[in-house]
């Protein structure tokens, strides 16, 4: 997933304004924090790969247990959570092709590194 979202680049930055190796927007990162514990926030923390890692996973695990479903849980990190909703209210697939690419391409790459390691 970290190579999808940003190549490994700690210091990725998108054009919507995601931050760091999992590409977290900072209003997003800001809500974890809460969440977490965390008390003193500043969005220049998502440029450490430690604490984005911490959050992007935390992030994940949070969709894995809403939606029960992998796809559905990359859908919602990669559109947002409301539209993989309203897509599921409507018992609809993903409806972004971009965000099928994007499932896609994080399943395709799951499976490249399970056999590189012998998962």
């Known amino acids: 997933m970290i190579y999808t979202e940003s190549k490994f680049d700690a210091r990725a930055r998108s054009d919507a304004g995601a931050v760091g190796l999992m590409q977290?927007?900072?209003d997003t990162a800001k809500g974890i924090a809460e969440r977490t514990g965390g008390r003193r926030f500043v969005p220049s923390d998502?440029?450490?790969p430690?604490?984005?890692v911490r959050y992007g996973s935390w992030y994940l695990r949070h969709l894995l247990d809403?939606?029960?479903d992998e796809r559905a849980a990359l859908a919602a990190y990669h559109a947002g959570q409301?539209?993989?909703d309203r897509w599921r209210a409507q018992g609809l697939g993903i409806q972004f092709a971009?965000?099928?690419y994007?499932?896609?391409k994080v399943e395709r790459l799951k499976r490249i590194y399970a056999h590189a390691y012998g998962l």
């Open 24 to 26: 977290l927007l900072p």
């Open 46 to 48: 998502l440029y450490d």
């Open 50 to 52: 430690e604490i984005n």
């Open 66 to 68: 809403k939606y029960g």
């Open 82 to 84: 409301a539209n993989v």
């Open 98 to 100: 971009q965000t099928r």
């Open 102 to 104: 994007y499932v896609d």
